[in-house]
T-cell receptor, first 118, second 116 residues
Framework: EDKVVQSPLSLVVHEGDTVTLNCSYE??????LLWYKQEKKAPTFLFML????IEKKSGRLSSILDKKELFSILNITATQTGDSAVYLC??????????????????FGQGTILTVHP | GAGVSQSPRYKVAKRGQDVALRCDPI?????LFWYQQALGQGPEFLTY????????KSGLPSDRFFAERPEGSVSTLKIQRTQQEDSAVYLC??????????????FGPGTRLTVL
């Protein structure tokens, strides 16, 4: 059974701090790993990672994947109160279609609750 | 539309009542997913549609759960004889293509179901 584990489960920091969120996984026939930010609404897409060692960046957020050790990290530098949210890690697993095409079915971790105080 | 929409946003049901949750995906999106998110947990896959075909329903927790997408656009998730353990946020997501890992899933705001 596919499994995604995130740590820590919750994190409280002050504005300006840098945080690192962790995601480890066990998935048969790994295809991609995705990070989402969830406030009190729909999860919003942050990054998709498919290759090891290639850092993806978007502003103060960055992420990298290690397919050998089966984990990913999400870094947020100079945190702001608007970064407060649940950060979800998800992994896309094995193909489902008759032609081998993956459906994009995602297995999510439990999430990390990040609280940034002013 | 501009994004995935879901209705109702909140639903309170008495135990044993049937409920129907609606999802309007982004126009033209082939793939549609339903997820269940219990309090304090990540979303869990329920079922997947490619156009009108339900290709994977392995995540549906019991035969009380039924989903359809008859015309390949709007989808309805129906829960019969609701139980307290059905209380959760039900998320719908759509993506443009039929899979392949390179297409972002766009999530709706979810329907929060509370069963009393």
């Amino acid at each position: 059974e596919d499994k995604v584990v995130q740590s820590p489960l919750s994190l409280v920091v002050h504005e300006g701090d840098t945080v690192t969120l962790n995601c480890s996984y066990e998935v048969t026939n790994f295809r991609s790993l995705l990070w989402y930010k969830q406030e009190k609404k729909a999860p919003t897409f942050l990054f998709m990672l498919t290759s090891s060692g290639i850092e993806k960046k978007s502003g103060r957020l960055s992420s990298i994947l290690d397919k050998k050790e089966l984990f990913s990290i999400l870094n947020i530098t100079a945190t702001q109160t608007g970064d407060s949210a649940v950060y979800l890690c998800a992994v896309e697993g094995p193909p489902r279609g008759a032609d081998g095409t993956s459906y994009g079915k995602l297995t999510f971790g439990q999430g990390t609750i990040l609280t940034v105080h002013p | 539309g501009a994004g995935v929409s879901q209705s109702p946003r909140y639903k309170v049901a008495k135990r044993g009542q049937d409920v129907a949750l609606r999802c309007d995906p982004i126009s033209g999106h082939v793939s549609l997913f339903w997820y269940q998110q219990a309090l304090g947990q990540g979303p869990e896959f329920l079922t997947y549609f490619q156009n009108e075909a339900q290709l994977d329903k392995s995540g549906l927790p019991s035969d009380r759960f039924f989903a359809e997408r008859p015309e390949g656009s709007v989808s309805t998730l129906k829960i019969q004889r609701t139980q307290q353990e059905d209380s959760a946020v039900y998320l719908c997501a759509s993506s443009l293509a039929r899979g392949g890992g390179s297409n972002e899933q766009f999530f709706g705001p979810g329907t929060r179901l509370t069963v009393l």
